[in-house]
């Protein structure tokens, strides 16, 4: 996987030192426009119009809560991920185009989904039965105010202890499941502050988890970490809450952590970040995480525009300072992609040259007036001479051949010659090609009596395949021409006696 070192880039235009960010050339009576409820439909589809191309304009648009829903629908559908996050946050948001949003490719955007008061609970369940594996995303989803006790049960089994410590306070847990989590005390101090602190928490479970608390009971955890804002410390307080984060960067799979904080140090604590990470990094909902990968050098300029279109200033601009650099690094690891291509193909394409001028060189000719193998000095053949009579009926009663029926060829190859079962004088060969390829070259027209050989057939088996040939109809000898592929250097000619009618 291609990697990309970390850094600020150091180059800025000297010309444009200031490079201004897309957002930054919006009307701001265009943005005003788009973001003020009281504009009429006519003027929003108008600034519709001209979105598309214009992130800035596309989020005020897709956040004013009087537009029109196929409008949301539209820009839900074929805008960017953050104009998609603001559709997925939009009260006025149908319920169709929620349950298209479920399925988003982008795990934001079904995160602002689960956010949303007006979320259908049936949308929910599809998050939660889904994409439980995406911890990130549970997160969010815990923290619905639409959960059912139903939901709020899986939430509270699942395997991350962080999204359990959000389930652990939503007001739709039973009193029985909240017993259960605090069952044996031992979850961290956070978890049972959330569980004392439900309104559904039985009076007496709820003193007894304050008092084994207070008394230090979970040991050196914060009872006031909050996972979603990473406020508090989320480990052993006697470490520092830098080193903690820093630690967990390290991790792999790190970039998908539920914090977010994690997510924002993967790019300082790893000398090298994969450009997969990079790309999922930088369309992360949090602002802190895109800020984090904004300035890196060796960013596909792809993503660079795009974070250049941010909604935050920060990322904007220290993307557009690095767009120069990163260009120029994308048309160097450009360059060396193709040249190791160039090189990578040099060899087979050398070898299938000097096969063709081989094959060329020594093609026995068909307007021979007596077909015989030609033995070369730079080449020699292998001769082998078949006679089809002892095949007879073989397509009819063997469709896949007998051991003895076959002749074989490189690579575990083989062919069959013998008559048609229709008709004992039309003659056909069976080719089956082996680990490689096999070139077969045989005359089309055979005339007897001394007459010329007219054009000839070039038919290619590839590896692993099968092909019938119907050979000439009224001649005694054919010469057929087999090559094998990456064997330039032998040419096995075989001369097949068809029987006299």
């Known amino acids: 996987m291609s990697r990309i070192g970390i850094g600020r880039s150091r180059r800025r235009d000297s010309a444009n030192p200031k490079r201004p960010s897309p957002v930054q050339g919006v009307d701001a009576e265009d943005l005003a426009a788009a973001a003020d409820p009281a504009s009429s439909r006519t003027a929003l589809w108008r600034l519709a119009g001209s979105s598309m191309r214009n992130p800035a304009l596309s989020r005020a648009l897709a956040a004013n809560p009087s537009l029109p829903r196929p409008l949301l629908w ?23 185009t929620h349950r298209w949003q479920a399925a988003y490719w982008h795990w934001g955007v079904r995160a602002a989904l689960a956010s949303n008061p007006s979320v259908d609970l049936r949308v929910l369940r599809r998050l939660v039965t889904g994409y439980q594996h995406e911890s990130s995303l549970m997160l969010h989803v815990a923290a619905s105010p639409t959960l059912d006790p139903e ?17 652990a306070a939503h007001p739709a847990a039973s009193a029985d499941q909240l017993r259960h989590l605090a069952d044996g005390l031992t979850a961290p101090a956070w978890v049972l502050r959330g569980v004392a602190a439900n309104p559904s928490c039985p009076p007496d479970l709820s003193d007894q988890l304050l008092t084994w608390i207070a008394l230090s009971g979970p040991g ?3 009872p006031m970490f909050d996972p979603r804002e990473c406020t508090g410390h989320p480990g052993n307080t006697e470490g520092a809450l830098p080193a903690w984060y820093m630690d967990e960067a390290r991790r792999p799979g790190a970039y998908k952590h539920p914090l977010w904080r994690v997510r924002a140090a993967v790019a300082t604590a790893n000398a090298r970040v994969p450009i997969e990470q990079v790309r999922q990094l930088s369309r992360d909902p949090r602002p802190e995480v895109r800020r984090s990968v904004a300035g890196l050098v060796g960013v596909p300029v792809r ?37 190791r291509l160039i090189l990578r193909l040099a060899a087979p394409a050398g070898i299938v040259g000097l096969t063709t001028i081989t094959t060329m060189a020594n093609h026995t000719p068909f307007f021979a007036e007596h077909p015989s193998p030609v033995r070369l000095s730079s080449v020699a053949p292998i001769t082998a001479t078949y006679a089809c009579d002892t095949l007879l009926h073989y397509m009819a009663t063997s469709p896949r051949g ?33 680990r490689t390829g096999l070139t077969v070259q045989i005359p089309d027209t055979v005339i007897s009596g001394g007459q010329r050989y007219v054009g000839s057939r070039v038919t290619v088996v590839p590896a692993r395949s099968r092909a019938w040939l119907r050979l000439p109809d009224d ?10 592929d990456q064997a330039p250097a032998i040419v096995i000619r075989l001369i097949f006696r068809h029987p006299v009618p």
């Open 74 to 96: 539209y820009l839900g559908r074929f805008s960017r991920w953050d104009v998609a996050v603001e559709v997925a946050l939009n009260p006025r948001c149908s319920r169709r």
């Open 303 to 339: 993503n660079v525009k795009e974070m250049m279109g941010d909604a935050d200033a920060f990322v904007a601009r220290r993307a557009s300072f690095g767009l120069d650099e990163n260009v120029k690094r994308a048309r160097q690891r450009h360059g060396k992609v193709v040249l």
């Open 475 to 484: 001649s005694t000898d054919v010469v057929a021409s087999i090559t094998p």
């Open 220 to 222: 050196h955890s914060d």
């Open 151 to 167: 939901l709020v049960g899986i939430l509270l089994s699942h395997a991350t202890w962080y999204v359990r410590g959000v389930a």
């Open 402 to 434: 007998q051991a003895s029926q076959r002749r074989k060829l490189p690579a575990g190859g083989w062919l069959a010659c013998g008559p048609l079962s229709d008709d004992e004088h039309q003659v056909a060969m069976l080719v089956a090609a082996g």
